[in-house]
């Protein structure tokens, strides 16, 4: 039973895959990242088509567009907008900020002081903006993408722990295969390439899919599963702390829009286990000092299927 | 009657069911005393782990019993004789408790902190209950050492830290693991072994406030350093993305006049290396010194480098040196024990 | 300042470790049945000691340093040497027991000094049933038990914070669990007949009932004790009420005021001799159960065709036990009503005919006088009885005292009096007139419980009469009481315990409260009689007995030994399964079809991982089957709608059932 979503999804992949090269698990797991209403955090070297990828996103779901590089120097207002104060009218008028977009890519987040941040982060958290006292909305959807390098330490402000469980998923791009580096290297400019592509679904059409994702249903059996998850990570005394409420409803809408994307009006263990690492390894912290998130994700990948 | 067999073999320390044990591995002793070996865990404690015998208590109980008995007999006192089976049928009845009490808990251990000689190591222990009745009063301990008491909830788990003293430096397997409850009367004791594939690290003992080498040792750069007197305000300057948030000037940002950093003098510009050569003493007096050292340079922020015989660690300054420096005097020739 | 007190001490109170307080409870109740017991010499130390150490925990007073115990355990020894003038024996070993107990409570924190005293409470509760077990006081006592045990689980689980309830519950859950397996032992354990070792001279209390003299116009008072003597079940027809006579003692010696047995003495000389003893008509079977009277000497019906085991018969047809009766005693016995004892011999001493000389003149004037007018000793027999019959005798529960000479006194100036005046004044006649006779005592009659097929004797029933040897006939029992007619019976009720047969035939229906009482009481009366035959009187007999209703003959002690084995490892291994089953896991059919699918897979070497998806798992196995793709992906695709999907395909479970089965790699 392939659905509707399912064909347009799969068509949305296949638009993609043509601008950013060989990625097409990354770009499924971002797609799933936004049906999930849920934002992205990318963690990768500068280079290796970040900003390729979230341009992409935007286009072929016709999304608005915004980047926001991060620089130490950024300031909240830089983010979120102002308010100018017109000699004609004699009062203030609100400049909206970048952050009024569908799509922002929040370049190098961790360049920025922690004050910047957690305006953008607050943003992401409440879907709307507070300044000068008066709340505004943010457009529907509302999806972030922010990028982390990974590589410099040094004079960058790394997101604590408690704002890193804001994002849904966090994936890396890695360097491209030979094949794709090739295609990349001796294709056309992909650049010009985006700009060709037309959008393939308005704005409408993505919030239906989204709602399709809370649809997807997830049996008994699958939310036992689930819940042996949490509880393992809870009790285990290699996670310094057990993974958050928010961490478990975060795993459940991923595995959802996989599924979706997938073509299944119903959920698998394996749709938890694909979308696990990337939910999941942002938040795990080991409880030895120094100790490593990924053995923690292969401890948890090992919990048996009820 | 399997229970009864069950009861009997863990009495004994013989069992048969076992695919994985060699008849003479399963018949030796040694099990009995000292346990399956280091494993990976979780380990379940499964009927053949589980040992029981009466205690001290236990034993004086069967001997009033057993007084109890003569007596009814010879005053010929049915009500005696009932009393007197009630309290045996008692004992029988809270062995099989003591023995449940145990029975298939799940114990698992976490990575403990580092500690420095002398010490105290606190090994997390997670004990998880899967079955539909609580334990209580279970006992943990490592040979020699402090018990822990806990008790898990049904279907629930808890997790205790379990005291270690740390004696030797170096990295060491941990010991096994006794688990034991006399619970419900105190008249049997059922124990078990649980030990893990797992090692602890132990700092060697920092000595006794001994001077950081400046005169030999001491280096300055140059270019970053404005001046001998450390922690001296030594001016502003612009700031640059990773200067410490406390460090920032804000006055001069509230004042709309950008971003600026106070100046310390001595800051991030002292580097020191800590050698071995520098040292007197045996080698653990020496390690001594030098564990204490790089607490030192660690408080006072210096960038601090390790030179040891055998290995040396560039200069550095962030959290994980300090844990570098440590580990590496921690193992140096042979801190590590089977 | 009341109230502050207050506020202090319930503060204190909550800080009490609860795990102490179940020992003091458990350890109080078990010494109170004690305070009649032992003197109060030792109950006021005791008590003191209690109430200290309750003191120390609620932190008002601090345990005596280690003199003043030393000093407290020389004081106690010497209140118990004070009031026993030894330290041995029952009653002293008791007495030295509770005071070495709660002495024990003033140094008592390490686990091993509570396991004394805990086991040590528990052997105080055995020492209470050396001296009562009835059914009120086993119930009780099984109150003790919970509390002492209660105390066992609270010392157990040290620091523990769950609320006192639960461990009240924990213990009353192990005793119930224990009591099946109790009960095995109680039935099967072999019974020794006791006791292993002599016991000590001052074992039990004085008795109660018959005793060994009479003295008959000393006591102005029949006391009206209701107590239960004994009592007995006819295997056959019951005899008629007034023909019950339970034999006892014989009293033979009489000093002018007191009637004595004189057999203490005589009793373990030589083999007792032999009875000419002719049994007329047919015998009377049943089963007597005496309640513990701490003498010796055992009763049946008049007359007696044999002995029970451990006892002997004297010279006087008493039966006597080789030991007091401690504890319940129960025997079977044969009697004819009708017999005819030592006809051809005549006593053989002169004790039967001693008076003491000067005593009751008038009395020997009369039997003179009758005797000279009877034709022979049968006729002076039924004078005497007439004389009594005709002068104005009365029979009352509180004649005067007489103060001299008793027998004249109530002969010819009272003649009012209850069975020992007549029992006594008619064997003196009959002594006087140079015919051998002797005072029996024991009981007479009894009555039916109506609630279950047994008679009950009880102390009020307590009698006394004569026996006469008369040439040719023998002993012949004469009860001159009986000839008093009943409108010379002061009381109604004392008539039916007199003359049974005049109360059943005037037969008055009693009030109805009288018989909603009269019931109550058989109903209780009955409960404790099962209690005494089946619990207290359980041995050696009843134990071969009940096996035998089991059908379990001729059970020896060895088999009797594995047969307890076998029914403990039976008990236990139930027990065992109830505490160690694992929780019923939930049975969900598509997960066992499924399980059934991967374990046939597992046999021929592919198993699936414990976290490998069944997509996964049907993915890794089908490049090495390929040939069995389509099965495999089947039984997959059906497996996972319907465990995972919203709607399951009709038929679903049925068709991955058929699939499983028919899949054989």
Redesign the interface.
């Known amino acids: 039973m392939k659905s509707h979503a399912y064909k347009t999804l799969d068509a949305l992949v296949a638009a993609a895959g043509r601008i950013v090269l060989g990625k097409e698990n990354e770009i499924r797991l971002a797609l799933a990242c936004l049906l999930a209403r849920g934002h992205l955090l990318i963690e990768d070297l500068p280079g290796v088509g970040k900003t390729t990828l979230a341009h992409t996103l935007a286009q072929v779901l016709g999304l608005q567009y915004q980047r926001i590089q991060f620089t130490s120097d950024l300031l909240p207002a830089d983010i979120l907008g102002v308010a100018v104060f017109e000699q004609d009218s004699g009062r203030f008028r609100f400049q909206p900020g970048p952050i009024f977009a569908q799509l922002i890519l929040a370049d190098e987040v961790n360049r920025a002081t922690p004050k910047a941040q957690s305006a953008l982060l607050e943003a992401m958290e409440e879907q709307q903006v507070s300044v000068e006292g008066e709340t505004r909305p943010l457009p529907e959807p509302f999806f972030v993408i922010a990028t982390q390098n990974p590589a410099s330490q040094i004079g960058t402000f790394p997101l604590p722990e408690s704002q890193l469980d804001r994002f849904t998923m966090r994936i890396s791009l890695g360097y491209p295969d030979l094949h794709a580096e090739r295609e990349l290297l001796g294709g056309r400019n992909r650049r010009e390439l985006l700009h060709e592509l037309s959008p393939m679904l308005d704005g409408t059409q993505l919030q239906a899919l989204q709602t399709e994702v809370g649809r997807v249903h997830a049996a008994d059996a699958l939310l036992d599963y689930l819940q042996a998850l949490l509880v393992f990570s809870r009790q285990s005394p290699h996670f310094a702390h057990g993974l958050s409420p928010r961490a478990g409803l975060s795993l459940l809408h991923s595995a959802r829009a996989w599924a979706l994307m997938a073509g299944r009006d119903h959920v698998l263990p394996e749709d938890l286990q694909t979308v696990l690492p990337h939910v999941v390894g942002h938040r795990l912290q080991a409880a030895e000092a120094g100790g490593d998130a990924q053995r923690l994700v292969a401890l948890l990948q090992a919990v048996p299927i009820p | ?4 067999d069950m ?1 009997m073999r863990s009495l004994s320390g013989q069992r048969r069911t076992l695919g994985s044990f060699t008849l003479r591995q399963r018949l030796s002793p040694t099990r009995f005393l000292r346990g399956e070996g280091p494993e990976v865990g ?1 380990v379940e404690l499964h009927q053949r782990r589980v040992f029981i015998l009466p205690t ?2 236990g034993l ?2 069967a001997a ?1 019993l057993l ?2 008995l ?21 004992s ?3 062995m ?2 003591t023995y ?1 009490n145990l ?1 298939r808990l799940r114990v ?4 403990a ?2 500690v420095f000689c002398g010490e105290t190591l606190r090994v ?3 004990l ?1 209950n899967p ?2 009745q609580a334990r ?2 279970v006992s943990l301990h490592f040979p020699e050492q402090p018990k822990a ?1 806990c ?1 898990v909830p049904a279907d629930g ?1 808890v ?1 205790v830290e379990l005291p270690l003293s740390a004696k030797r430096r170096g990295r060491h397997a941990l010991p096994r693991i006794t688990l034991a409850t ?6 049997f004791r059922a124990w078990a072994y649980a030990e893990f594939d797992a090692r602890v690290l132990i700092y060697p003992r920092p000595a006794r406030a001994t001077p950081l080498p400046r005169d030999s040792v001491w280096q300055t750069d140059l270019s970053g350093d404005r001046g001998q007197g450390a922690d001296d305000f030594a001016g502003l300057r612009n ?5 410490p ?1 406390g460090h920032v000037h804000w006055k001069t940002l509230a004042r709309g006049q ?2 600026h950093t106070k100046q310390f003098g001595g800051d991030h510009a002292e580097e020191l290396w800590l050698d071995w050569q520098a040292t007197a003493g045996d080698a653990e007096m020496r390690l001594s010194i030098l564990t204490r050292w790089v607490l030192e340079a660690d408080a006072a922020h210096y960038r601090y480098g390790l030179r040891l015989p055998n290995q040396t660690l560039p200069l550095a300054h962030e959290p ?1 040196q300090r ?1 570098r420096c440590l580990k590496a005097l921690a193992l140096f020739n042979g801190g590590e024990s089977p | 300042m009341i109230e502050r007190l207050q506020q202090a001490l319930a503060w204190r109170w909550r800080q009490v470790e609860r795990a102490q307080l179940w020992l003091l409870a458990g350890l109080t109740l078990a010494l109170l049945p004690h305070i009649g017991r032992l003197p109060w010499l030792l109950i006021l130390p005791a008590a003191l000691l209690l109430g200290w150490r309750l003191g120390f925990e609620l932190k008002l007073a601090r345990l005596p340093p280690r003199v003043l115990r030393w000093l407290l355990v020389g004081l106690a020894l010497a209140a118990t040497w004070a009031s026993y003038r030894t330290l041995f024996g029952q009653q002293a070993g008791v007495a030295l027991l509770v005071i070495m107990l709660c002495l024990k409570l003033m140094e008592m924190d390490k686990p091993r000094d509570v396991a004394i005293v805990i086991g040590l409470s528990y052997f105080v509760v055995i020492t209470v049933f050396l001296f009562d077990q009835s059914l009120l006081m086993g119930g009780y006592m099984l109150l003790v038990v919970t509390l002492l045990t209660t105390a066992l689980t609270a010392f157990s689980r040290p620091g523990a914070t769950l609320p006192e309830r639960a461990n009240l519950r924990l213990s009353a859950t192990l005793l119930a669990q224990a009591a099946p397996l109790a009960l095995l032992l109680f039935v099967l354990f072999p019974r020794i007949p006791g006791p292993l070792w002599h016991l000590p001279s001052d074992a039990g209390r004085a008795g109660t009932g018959l005793s060994e003299t009479m003295s008959p116009g000393n006591i102005s008072r029949l006391s009206d004790n209701d107590a239960v003597a004994f009592r007995v079940r006819f295997a056959g027809e019951t005899p008629p009420q007034d023909r019950l006579y339970w034999r006892g003692l014989a009293l033979t010696s009489f000093d002018g005021r007191t009637w004595r047995n004189p057999n203490e003495a005589r009793r373990g000389l030589g083999a007792p001799r032999s009875f000419d003893y002719t049994a007329i008509g047919e015998s009377v079977h049943y089963t007597l159960t005496l309640e513990p009277h701490q003498r010796r000497w055992l009763f049946a019906l008049d007359m007696p065709a044999s002995v029970p085991p451990g006892s002997t018969v004297s010279a006087d047809v008493e039966i006597i036990a080789d030991n007091s009766v401690k504890t319940l005693r129960q025997y079977s016995l044969q009697s004819y009503l009708d017999y005819r004892l030592d006809a051809g011999l005549a006593p053989s001493n002169f004790a039967y005919l001693r008076l003491p000389p000067g005593m009751a003149p008038r009395a020997r004037i009369l039997a003179q006088q009758l005797r000279a007018e009877s034709r022979d000793d049968a006729d002076y027999v039924q004078r005497v009885l007439d004389f009594i019959r005709q002068q104005p005798f009365y029979y009352t529960r509180q004649p005067p005292l007489l103060l001299d000479d008793p027998v004249d006194e109530f002969l010819f100036d009272s003649r009012q009096g209850f069975c020992e005046h007549y029992a006594s004044a008619f064997t003196v006649l009959m002594r006087a007139a140079g015919l051998p006779a002797r005072v029996m005592t024991g009981y007479l009659g009894g009555e039916d419980n109506p609630l279950g097929d047994y008679f009950i004797v009880r102390q009020s029933d307590a009698h006394a009469w004569s026996e006469v040897w008369l040439r040719g006939r023998g002993w012949v029992r004469v009860d001159p009481t009986a000839v008093i007619p009943p409108e010379r019976v002061e009381n109604r009720d004392d008539l039916e315990r007199i003359a049974p047969a005049y109360a059943a035939r005037t037969g008055e229906a009693p009030d109805w409260a009288k018989r909603l009482w009269r019931n109550v009481d058989y109903g209780w009366d009955r409960v404790n009689n099962t209690w005494n035959q089946w619990i207290i009187g359980y041995d050696e007999g009843t134990q071969t007995a009940f096996l035998g209703r089991l059908g379990l003959e001729n059970v020896d002690w060895q088999r009797m030994v594995s047969l307890l084995f076998i029914g403990l490892g039976l008990v236990v291994a139930v027990i065992a399964l109830q505490l160690f089953r694992r929780r019923p896991v939930r049975r969900d059919v598509v997960a066992e079809a499924y399980a059934r699918f991967c374990r046939k897979l597992a046999r021929r070497g592919l198993p699936r991982k414990p976290a490998e998806g069944a997509q996964d798992y049907s993915m890794r196995i089908i490049p090495s089957r390929p040939e069995l793709a389509a099965q495999i992906q089947h039984i997959t695709l059906l497996y996972q709608r319907l465990r995972y999907a919203r709607s399951m395909p009709r038929d679903g479970l049925r068709h991955l059932q058929q699939a499983v089965r028919r899949f054989r790699p």
Do not use: C
Request: glycine share 10%; proline share 9%; net charge negative.
């Open positions: 009657m399997k229970y009864i009861l979780p001290r208590q004086l109980f009033i007084l109890m003569i007596g009814s007999i010879n005053y010929d006192a049915s009500l005696g004789y009932a009393l007197t089976f009630l309290l045996a049928a008692l029988v009845v809270a099989l408790h449940r029975l698992d251990i976490g990575p902190e580092p997390p222990v997670t998880e079955a539909g209580f009063a008491v008790d788990w997790r006399v619970f419900p009367l105190g008249l700031y640059h993305p990773g200067d948030p950008g971003l994980a844990r």
